[in-house]
């Protein structure tokens, strides 16, 4: 038992998570989801909403510790109509929400006055775009009839993207990815979850969206190099803020941002690349 602990130890200290909490906290999150799409894919979409609600109260958090106050309230009353438009609307009503809600937020900080606006308007477009918005998209990927099927390989996607970066990463990384960045990325993490995300997207397709399975090897590229590219803005964010983690709600993993990264970017990705597909087989080119 001495040696398993010493070994968790090693992995924990090279990694910078506690990998046992971490994997629990993910195999709780799955659970979470599927349950969700199974029973009723509208609860799906109010899971969405409670996380981005969430992640705007920990990025008004972080903002504060660099005084930029974004309107806390505000971006929440947004978040819930952004969800409520995309779920009942589709993508045109995220797009029209969207643009609805950040003329009404620039609005709202008029009364403020004119002191630090520019910062504070610039701060609360972001969350709204970072949060809602890209959020948005996964609740596009849960409306349709085969939502359930179009979520869980999307969760098979991301889940082979971090998983596997991370174990590449903490077995035989020794090159860093970005190191001003994210110092414990490696370029051998990221080799890792390329290979691993592509067969396990060859696979997901194959098997629960029943369709071609190298449609599901490109979705797999996709997914790693957005999810990948998420990962490294959220960490650029909390670099230049000078926190870890944006939160301690996830245990293993930080705050809900600090989970929702990658998915954030990778989720429009596929979203793009499953109506493309679509429209083909509509068409017959597919």
Known sequence: MSDLHSINEAINKRAGR???PSIA??????ALIWFALAFERAIFA???TVAVVLGIRELHKAFSAVSIDIPLWSLTTAAI???AATWFGGISGLAVATAIALPCLLVLLLPRGVDNFVKTA???ALALVYLPFLAGFLILLARPDNGLERVMTFVILVGCNDTFAYLTGVLFGKHPLAP???PKKTIEGLIGSLVFTVLGGALAFHFIMGSDWWLGALAGLLTVFTATAG??????????MAIKDMGNILPGHGGIMD?????LFAAPALWLALEVVRRAQDSGLL
Do not use: F, Q, W, Y
């Open 18 to 20: 506690k990998l046992l």
């Open 25 to 30: 906290v993910s195999l709780s999150l799955v």
């Open 46 to 48: 109010g899971v969405v």
């Open 81 to 83: 109509g952004l969800s």
């Open 122 to 124: 610039s701060a609360s």
């Open 180 to 182: 001003k960045i994210s």
């Open 231 to 240: 990962d490294l803005i959220e960490s650029a964010l909390k670099r230049d």
């Open 259 to 263: 989970r929702l990264d990658s998915v």
